[in-house]
């Protein structure tokens, strides 16, 4: 009997021909032989070794890796990383911001303010920030002997539905307390400077509602109950007429000693997002799946059956 591993061919009274292992069992006394991995015995009655279709010889060290396996890991590789870089770069977010100043004036003090919509096809507006800043200048006129802490409200909405508004009273100023130790009316000038921030999101759409932060320098600024608005509130409707938004300061408890004053600015902020990926990054992720995807059958295809598979003789 040749030994194991050799690739001549071997009869065994007509019933297998041709069988070729790397390593063999002999089960001395039975004629049944099972191959094993890494394990050679041989001799005893009846020894045989396991055996393929007749006239088929194989390597005593099979390759499992056929031609082309390491070129097609390859390309699968690049056509995959190429498509990610191509999807990245194209899947940027984009910022539109916006300014506009504004002035306040008369008694009330109103201030105009303006912006463009949102109005890129195929984008898509993710947030809406809005930003105010400003400066506002109060005089109060107090009697003789009079002493007062002056609250203005500050109020905001857009025409036409678009932009955004202020719920309930809106805003309020509560302005440092002021005296008159005169025997004669006094007009004291109370100024300060203020913030007011939101975002409009995804999640506040599912509510409408907003609440902003807010701060000022010399006076308390209490934020409106809520900022109505919604990203939609933001982009171009049947006929593009704009934002438009009023911000209007309104003296609640004193009277007035002449027009309000003051100003600021208003920055509108749009991040967008452009379409998700374009026809020719898609093709290269395609390729470079397609290619995995033949690499990981051929090489299913190669792999050797189950050890411990007996013949018998």
């Not at 999101?201 to 907003?210: A, F, I, N, Q």
């Not at 408890?253 to 002449?258: E, L, Q, T, W």
């Not at 995995?292 to 018998?312: D, E, F, H, N």
Request: net charge positive.
């Amino acid at each position: 009997m040749a030994a194991a591993g050799a690739s001549e061919d071997f009869t065994n009274t007509g019933r297998v021909t041709a069988y070729l292992v790397d390593t063999v069992e002999t089960i001395p006394g039975h004629g049944i032989c099972t191959p094993l991995c890494g394990r050679h015995e041989s001799g005893g009655v009846g020894a045989m070794t396991a055996m393929k279709p007749s006239g088929v010889a194989r390597s005593a060290k099979p390759r499992f890796r056929r031609a082309g396996t390491a070129g097609l890991r390859i390309l699968g590789s690049i056509c995959c990383t190429l498509a990610f870089l191509l999807a990245s770069s194209g899947a940027r977010a984009a910022s539109i911001t916006q300014v506009d100043p504004f002035t306040i004036a008369g008694v009330p003090g109103v201030a105009l303010l303006g912006f463009a919509e949102f109005n890129t096809p195929g984008h898509t507006l993710d947030r809406v920030t809005v930003k105010i800043a400003g400066t506002l200048v109060v005089p109060v006129l107090l009697a003789p002997g009079q002493s007062a802490t002056p609250i203005v409200g500050f109020d905001a909405f857009g025409a036409g539905g678009q932009g955004f508004g202020f719920a309930g009273a809106g805003a309020r100023f509560v302005l440092p307390t002021a005296v008159n130790p005169t025997l004669s009316p006094l007009v004291v000038t109370l100024a300060t400077g203020f913030k007011l921030d939101f975002k409009l999101t995804e999640l506040t759409d599912l509510t409408g509602v907003v609440v902003p932060t807010t701060s000022a320098t010399a006076a308390s600024l209490v934020p409106p109950t809520t900022v109505e608005g919604r990203r939609s509130d933001f982009a171009v409707g049947v006929v593009p007429i704009g934002i438009l938004e009023t911000f209007v300061f309104t003296p609640l408890n004193f009277a007035p000693g002449g027009a309000f004053s003051g100003g600021g600015t208003m920055t509108l902020g749009f991040t967008v997002w452009p379409p998700l990926a374009e026809p020719e990054t898609l093709a290269t992720l395609a390729l470079g799946l397609l290619a995995l995807c033949v690499l990981r059958r051929r090489a299913a295809g190669t792999r050797p059956a189950g050890c411990r598979a007996r013949i018998l003789a």
